[in-house]
């Protein structure tokens, strides 16, 4: 069956309008058929055609007589509350289809921004950005803030665990470390002990390491040539930069 | 949010569902999808439907078109087959279609509108599964405290030229115009907007680029 789409506009064609009526009538008593036995409940089917002056029906027409005497017995507000035409049975669906694309538009904008603000984060420019762009970047920057400054007292108090405690301790340790010393090819050495019970992956690791460095070596001579201070925010850890970019001290 | 992987439409066999809330469920859906087919129906083929439908929770539903009420008395034999056709009736008649003709476009472009957001939420995700994050994109919970410490400063700094930023295309906008004439007939067109409501954005910058294709911000994985 092939599923072309259709145009909702009246078929001006006669005899594919006739075509479309004979399958569509078919299939629509059959999705009747289908919702009265699988949810076990009373239905009815009413269906006049420019084809025929009677009327045709499911279940039958004593079934369908039955059901609709059933519905007139009930109070007028109860037969009403969920009665729809064309008009409104449309519109339900406008405001649906609304809702809906409101949800979406602003899902995907917040995933934008959420992109842009990751290459924020390694300093690319913000340049393209208009005032409403930019509004939004702050205020996905700011649910971001909001959640680490949530993490961080979550962590903080889960100090209770040993896992945490000793993460914090290593981190200190770590940054103990880099301080305490100048540019020499020992301190490297002790810092990895260190930063391997962070329990990262060995490439975390040694971005971390990176990080560590970086974050300690601002005026020192150790300036890898990321750019300028103000512009880089975080380094940008990739592998093509990892070739060319660290010094051998830290390569064993 | 995890997408659970749905194995398709599957064959349902006719009978009674067994589970009480996967019924309800059941009827919920169908009943859309039901009168549903019978709006298209009586749009593409000028059909007149009325159909009537009980819940499992013993409410009724009906659709009908023209209405519910006219279609059962016409049916039940208690007016005069077939309805007056005069000018007067016609006129209404047309009226009405013509009522729905428009509804129905809007409801189609709407649900274009509709698939077109959510094509374009599929390639933002894709981006996100392909990217080669940093450290600092991971979920918040695998970071520790060392790192949450940098993260946090970074952020902040961002933020605080986010807003640096944000001035200083205000100033830009203030000498051009020195009228505040944002949000008026006067207004320039492709003038900054000064503030952005959180909700439609399809004329958005980012939206207009599409996915994929070499924007300066959003790189191409």
Not at chain 1, 27 to 48: F, Q, R
Not at chain 1, 116 to 145: A, C, E, P, R, S
Not at chain 2, 145 to 172: I, P, T, Y
Request: net charge positive; hydrophobic share 35%; proline share 5%.
């Amino acid at each position: 069956m092939t599923r072309k789409k259709v145009k909702l506009a009246f078929i001006t064609n006669d005899s594919a309008r006739k075509a479309t009526f004979k399958k569509r009538k078919k299939g629509l008593m059959k999705k009747v058929s289908e919702l009265s036995t699988l949810c076990g409940i009373d239905a009815c089917a009413i269906i006049y055609s420019p084809y025929d002056t009677s009327p045709e029906v499911w279940p039958n027409t004593m079934g369908a007589q039955r059901v609709l005497a059933e519905f007139k017995r009930m109070p007028e507000m109860e037969q009403s509350k969920k009665m729809v035409n064309q008009e409104s049975f449309i519109r339900q669906r406008i405001a649906k289809a609304s809702e809906q694309l409101k949800k979406q538009s602003k899902e995907n904008r917040e995933k934008e921004m959420t992109e842009v603000m990751y290459q924020g984060l390694t300093g690319k420019g913000l340049q393209n950005l208009n005032l409403g762009d930019l509004n939004d970047l702050g205020w996905v920057i700011d649910q971001n803030l909001k959640e680490v400054y949530k993490r961080i007292e979550a962590v903080k108090k889960g100090s209770s665990t040993s896992s945490s405690s000793s993460v914090a301790a290593a981190a200190a340790a770590a940054v103990a470390a880099a301080a305490a010393t100048s540019q020499s090819v020992a301190p490297p050495m002790e810092q990895k002990p260190a930063v391997m019970e962070l329990g990262l992956d060995p490439m975390q690791r040694t971005q971390t390491e990176w990080f560590t460095d970086w974050m300690n070596s601002n005026t020192s001579d150790q300036h890898i040539g990321y750019g300028h201070a103000d512009e880089m925010i975080l380094p940008n850890f990739n592998d093509n930069h990892n070739a060319n970019v660290w010094p051998n001290n830290f390569y064993p | 949010m995890t997408r659970r992987i749905s194995k398709g439409r599957q064959r349902v066999e006719m009978v009674k569902m067994k589970n009480a809330s996967n019924l309800q469920v059941t009827f919920s859906k169908r009943r859309a999808g039901l009168f549903k087919k019978a709006s298209e129906l009586c749009t593409l083929c000028g059909a007149e439907i009325a159909i009537v439908v009980f819940s499992p929770g013993d409410k009724v539903f009906s659709f009908g078109h023209p209405s519910v009420d006219t279609l059962v008395e016409r049916f039940l034999g208690r007016d005069l087959p077939p309805p007056n056709n005069d000018v007067h009736n016609q006129l209404i008649v047309a009226h009405r279609e013509a009522g729905i003709r428009e509804l129905n476009t809007k409801l189609m472009n709407l649900e274009e509108v509709l698939q077109m957001e959510k094509n374009r939420g599929e390639s933002l995700q894709e981006i996100r599964r392909r990217a080669n994050g940093q450290w600092w994109e991971s979920p918040i919970e695998e970071l520790n405290l060392f790192q949450l410490q940098h993260l946090k400063e970074a952020l902040e700094r961002l933020e605080q030229k986010v807003e640096k930023v944000a001035q200083q295309q205000k100033m830009v906008n203030n000498h051009a115009f020195p009228f505040h004439t944002l949000g008026s007939a006067w207004t320039p067109p492709n003038c900054a907007r000064e503030s952005s409501s959180y909700g439609l954005n399809v004329g958005a910058p980012f939206a207009n680029r599409a996915i994929g294709s070499t924007s300066s911000i959003v790189p191409n994985y």
